[in-house]
Structure formats: structure tokens, C-alpha cells
């Protein structure tokens, strides 16, 4: 089956506790991409890339990095998360990077829940 | 990319068609219309999208204005299991923004029973 998946889907940490959210699609996709959602704010897209070891910085950066090492493979990584991390993290992939975006889908993963004590 | 506005909330009875309107009256020629949602407690899916002509997929259709400043997204017999968070967005196609997908706040689709 076609699919996004996430890992963990949910994570209690605490101040300063190194963590990697790891996001996996079995799709051949190009472009990934890392949103979190908060209340009132919607999703804001945190880093994205068009392609393995090509990745950019997104709306919310501070604090996150990624790397690409592996086209099905996108790890979101949390140096020394805060209490401000805490939120809803998805992953994102579609097909093509760069020509046609306009068109094209993007599918999510299931999410991970992060709390940040 | 260009703004688009969506009422907060809408009600609608199941097995009822249901109407959730878009304005995008800042859209350029270019922008596609795309429809997500998002089921609670889940990953934003996506629904739909078109340019310029009404478009038809097993999950909806897209009615798109004729000077494109508006577009409805039609569900032609809601279940339960629509009720969603229902994202009208624009995508540049000459968008250098990270290719993110700006979600803005939705309609909050209440489906009952």
C-alpha cells in the first residue's frame, strides 16, 4: 500500500532531550517535506526537499533539522527540543520536486504528537 | 500564493449534497485550486484540485467560476464519515515558497446524523 508513515506517533520528552521523528514513503516520491500544526496557527511547513541531499528551509525552521540521505527517508531532528516544539508533526511527500508542483498531490503521514515537558 | 476565504463551519444532514464554497478572487491565471481535508485526528488528504474547467474524482467535484474568483466543492451525499476540517488552496505554479501548501484555517464540515 501506498503510504507516508511516521514514527513514533506519540512522544513525551523532556527539555533538551535530543529526538529524531522519522518519516518514511514507499512511493518513489522526490519531494518531502515536514509541517507542524498548532491551535490558531494551521500548518506551517517547517523544511522541505526536492530530492535526496537537497533540502531548504521552510516557514518555522529554528530549532528542527533534517537531512535526505535516502530518497524514502526524511527524519525530522530535534537538537534540544523546548516546550515551544510541543505540537503536531506531519511528513509529507509528492511525486515530482520542482516541475509542475503547481499540480501535483501531496500525501501526509499519520502525524506524531510531541510533547515537550 | 494567493488568499482564500471559507466560513468557518458548515452543517449539513447525512446523505444530504453538500456545498462548501471558496473565494479566491486574487487567483492568477496560473494558480491550480486544490481541496485537502482533514479527518480528526489524521494526516490532511487530498480531495480534488482543477484549473480552469469543473473537475470529477470519486471522492467530490470541483465547480470552478467562470472568472475563477470562486470555486464549490461539492460532496454529492455526505456520510459521517466527511465531517472534516475542508482546505481550499492555491498553488502557484511558479510558486518559490517551498512548494508548502498553505493550509489557512478551513471550513470545520459538521455532518449529522
Known amino acids: 500500500e501506498a503510504q507516508v508513515t511516521q514514527n513514533p506517533r506519540y512522544l513525551i520528552t523532556v527539555t533538551g532531550k535530543k529526538l529524531t521523528v522519522t518519516c518514511s514513503q514507499n512511493?518513489?516520491?522526490?519531494?518531502m517535506s515536514w509541517y507542524r500544526q498548532d491551535p490558531g496557527l494551521g500548518l506551517r511547513q517547517i523544511y522541505y526537499s526536492m530530492n535526496v541531499e537537497v533540502t531548504d528551509k521552510g516557514d518555522v525552521p529554528e530549532g528542527y533539522k533534517v537531512s535526505r540521505k535516502e530518497k524514502r527517508n526524511f527524519p525530522l531532528i530535534l537538537e534540544s527540543p523546548s516546550p515551544n516544539q510541543t505540537s503536531l508533526y506531519f511528513c509529507?511527500?509528492?511525486?515530482?520536486?520542482?516541475?509542475?508542483?503547481?499540480?501535483?498531490?501531496?500525501?501526509f503521514g499519520p502525524g506524531t504528537r510531541l510533547l515537550v515537558l | 500564493d494567493a488568499k482564500t476565504t471559507q466560513p468557518n463551519s458548515m452543517e449539513s444532514n447525512e446523505e444530504e449534497p453538500v456545498h462548501l464554497p471558496c473565494n479566491h478572487s486574487t487567483i492568477s491565471g496560473t494558480d491550480y485550486i486544490h481541496w485537502y481535508r482533514q479527518l480528526p485526528s489524521q494526516g490532511p488528504e487530498y480531495v480534488i484540485h482543477?484549473?480552469?474547467s469543473n473537475v470529477n474524482n470519486r471522492m467530490a467535484s470541483l465547480a470552478i467560476a467562470e472568472d475563477r474568483k470562486s470555486s464549490t466543492l461539492i460532496l454529492h451525499r455526505a456520510t459521517l464519515r466527511d465531517a472534516a476540517v475542508y482546505y481550499c488552496i492555491l498553488r502557484e505554479i511558479n510558486s518559490n515558497s517551498g512548494y508548502a501548501l498553505n493550509f489557512g484555517k478551513g471550513t470545520s464540515l459538521l455532518v449529522t446524523p
Open positions: 482543477g484549473l480552469t
Open positions: 512511493m518513489n516520491h522526490e519531494y
Open positions: 509529507a511527500s509528492s511525486l515530482r520536486g520542482r516541475a509542475l508542483i503547481s499540480k501535483e498531490t501531496q500525501y
